[in-house]
């Protein structure tokens, strides 16, 4: 039997009325001759209110109990949905991930998926079930306990189980009828794309556009998974919604594919830092260990160059992370100095960033990407900050209060709007 993977996002589920409406959507590949596997969030909202609660309780929490409470919202989802579908007249029953049973890693709150055994889904199937509704973002650790996915996780979850089962296609419904050029509600002239390439899906996601979640289309890119962004509001059918797929499949691509842009963003520098080998060891080698996700990264050039006549050349140093890092960067940072591991004078914090980057596989041949970001920002006035590459992307990090400036200002330099 052809089988395929539908995921519900959380404002998908939000209410009764749209898990019946997303229960038809399911009869409807139930009555085409699918197997179905569901995965589902929560109902939006409740995953916030979980959090607030285990922060409410506890300021250091035990990670362990942090997943025991934040899980539980995708498991009230998908017994509703199987309630829905059973009152329906669709065979259905609910997975919770340790009677899958999904097994992760033990890294609390951002495990990894290790093995989705098919055993005991399969056999519910064979038994003359047609959907398995599986709660998205958990699994279950080595030791026995739940763990989640990271926020999001429902994507990857969505992903993983097309792989394991083969499924025919991975659509992944939601708010928005597919991925577009930047984030549909920032920029009203963002158009839906109809194909993206893995690799710019990547990088959108890992650089804040949170239509999937990064680590969901790291893995439809290793396990060659068809997956589809579309509406759970709208009709939709096998043509619906934006595919993301291999290069190879896309005719026409454009240098820049898309503007993301990430809010959560920090910005740290180290004033006045000796400018020898090994200061920055020194420096990222504690925020690592403080597990610390440095972004990018600037070291000023020195007033002299260090060589053995200048053996006091200082500099500054700065970085950005996530913004909900700062306090553990700023603590790393201290003990160092406390240490005598390194020296600064000042450390500065700056919590009002926010990261803008142009995104496209064609930047790979095209030069002058960089030159007309920058120009498209100047001519706004609006600062950079911090500057950081690669083969597919330019990032800027700039003052918070110019994001929707600076999208708008790349979208329209980019030509986003035209096909
Ligand atoms: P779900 O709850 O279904 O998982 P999310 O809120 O996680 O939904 O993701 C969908 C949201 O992603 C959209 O509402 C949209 O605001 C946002 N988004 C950001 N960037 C993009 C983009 N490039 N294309 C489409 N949506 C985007
Ligand atoms: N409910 C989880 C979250 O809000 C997972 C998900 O929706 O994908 O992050
Ligand atoms: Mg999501």
Known sequence: ????????????????ARIENAAKKVQ??????????????????????????VEGTSKLYDAREYDAVVASGENVTAGLMALRLQEMGVPARSWQGWQVPIQTTAQHGSARFVDIPRANIDAKFKEGF?????????????????????RGGSDTTAVAFAAAFGAER???????????????????KARKLEK?????MLELASLGAKVLQTRSVELAMRYKVRLRVLSSFEDTDETSGTLVCD?????ESK??????????????????????PGVASAIFGPLADAGVNVDMIVQNISEKDYDDAHPGAVTDMTFSCPINQVDRARKAMEDAKAAGKIGYDELIVDTDVAKVSVVGIGMRSHAGVAAKMFNALSAENINIKVISTSEIKISV????????????ALHDAFDLDKA
């Open 130 to 150: 047609k959907v398995a509704v599986v709660a998205g973002f958990q699994g279950v650790s080595p030791e026995g306990r739940i763990t989640t996915l990271g």
């Open 28 to 53: 409807k590949e139930v009555e085409r001759g699918y197997d179905v596997i569901v995965i589902v969030s929560a109902m939006s909202g409740e995953t916030n209110k979980l959090v607030g609660f």
């Open 397 to 408: 990090l700039i003052d918070r209060k110019y994001m929707e400036l600076a999208v708008q």
């Open 196 to 200: 993206i390439a893995f690799e710019e």
């Open 1 to 16: 039997m052809p089988l395929l993977v539908m995921k519900f996002g959380g404002t998908s589920v939000a209410d009764l």
């Open 247 to 251: 290069e190879e499949e896309i005719m």
């Open 170 to 188: 991975c659509d992944i419904y939601t708010d928005v009828d597919g991925v577009y050029t930047t984030d549909p509600r920032v920029s009203s």
């Open 255 to 276: 240098v820049v594919s898309g503007v993301a842009f990430s809010r959560e963003e920090a910005k740290i520098t180290l004033f006045t830092i000796e400018d020898r």
